[in-house]
């Protein structure tokens, strides 16, 4: 496996890695995408590694397969400021992205795939639904749940696991955590510009507007090359049911996984599902049952007719 620094052209440029493997080219090829808010190239963040994007690359490269992973507007040496960037820029990044991996002498344009985690993934489904010349999309830990309905999904999952004194306070408060949600949805919609400052905190405020309205499942009824989404069964960031939405609503073929105790971090939990979880997981790689299942299907779209349906 080799690395290169690369940039992926146009307002602003990205900063990112072209992950090279072993093997002579030109060679098949994935775009990697991460989630929401100020994540690097390789899936990470000042108070949180998840390093999704990294590890995938090191083993789409022992699988024979390039990659692209990016930084994100202005995060890592990306200039810009991602809290400027809407969700339709973030799109558009992508195919950015796409468009300077397809012109790389190292890879074949005709077998290229696109992979997102969390938010990356449904970037991936609405690039793929806009015709982007590729035989294939991955989502990881995705969506099918309308915007608003989905933060307010993940507040009541949320609550119950929440610590003991906290969840007590609340009470005391008689603070309800989705009605909580709800308001600062209305407070974000009210809002005209990109950034705006809301208890005192300079918020993405376009990026939410365009999040609470955007609906997973139109890009997925348009998506015509092979899906394969791959959700954890203790996901309290996508429902893991949403699986069933996306093999129902997309029209080509469809591998669904549902992986037993899998977050959204893409490692294993013990125990009842909560964010307070994540740190001891990120101190662990990604489950190796994920990475086996990508390069494998990612193999096989690339050199292959379409795979067959494997549904929940």
Same mark, same amino acid.
């Given at each position: 496996m080799r690395e290169l620094a690369v940039e992926v052209p146009g307002a602003p440029p990205l900063a990112g890695t072209l992950t090279l493997p072993d093997s002579p080219g030109p060679v098949p090829a994935v775009v990697l995408t991460s989630g929401s808010g100020p994540l690097d190239r390789d899936s990470n963040h000042r108070r949180a590694r998840f390093d999704v994007a990294r590890q995938l690359a090191?083993?789409?490269?022992? =699988? =024979?397969?390039a990659s692209l992973r990016y930084d994100k507007r202005g995060v890592g040496a990306s200039p810009g400021d991602w809290r400027a960037a809407g969700f339709t820029d973030n799109v558009d990044d992508l195919g950015r992205a796409l468009d300077a991996l397809a012109a790389r002498?190292?890879?074949d344009p005709a077998r290229l795939l696109l992979a997102g985690h969390s938010?990356?993934?449904?970037?991936?489904?609405?690039?793929?639904a806009r015709g982007a010349p590729v035989r294939g999309v991955v989502l990881l830990s995705t969506s099918a749940t309308p915007g608003d309905e989905l933060l307010r999904w993940q507040a009541r999952e949320l609550g119950p696991t929440l610590p003991a004194p906290v969840r007590l306070l609340l009470r005391?408060?008689?603070t309800d955590l989705e009605a909580k949600v709800a308001t600062q949805h209305a407070r974000v919609r009210a809002t005209t510009t990109d950034v705006a400052r809301l208890g005192g905190? &300079?918020?993405?405020?376009r990026w939410t507007r365009e999040f609470l309205d955007h609906d997973p499942r139109t890009d997925l009824a348009g998506v015509r090359v092979p899906v394969l989404a791959l959700t954890g069964s203790k996901d309290v960031q996508a429902p893991p049911r949403d699986l069933e939405v996306v093999a129902a609503t997309v029209r080509?073929? #469809?591998?669904?996984?549902? #992986?037993? !105790?899998?977050?959204?971090?893409?490692? &294993?939990?013990? =125990?009842?599902?909560?964010?307070? =979880?994540?740190?001891?997981e990120l101190r662990r790689p990604v489950d190796p049952? #994920?990475? !086996?299942? #990508?390069v494998t299907w990612c193999r096989r779209a690339c050199h292959a007719d379409a795979p067959a349906e494997n549904p929940l």
């Open positions: 090191a083993a789409l490269a022992a =699988g =024979g397969l002498p190292e890879v938010e990356g993934a449904l970037l991936s489904a609405a690039l793929a005391l408060l008689r905190v &300079r918020v993405n405020a080509s073929p #469809v591998q669904t996984h549902l #992986v037993p !105790d899998l977050t959204h971090t893409l490692r &294993r939990q013990p =125990g009842q599902a909560s964010l307070r =979880g994540y740190r001891a049952e #994920v990475l !086996d299942t #990508v």
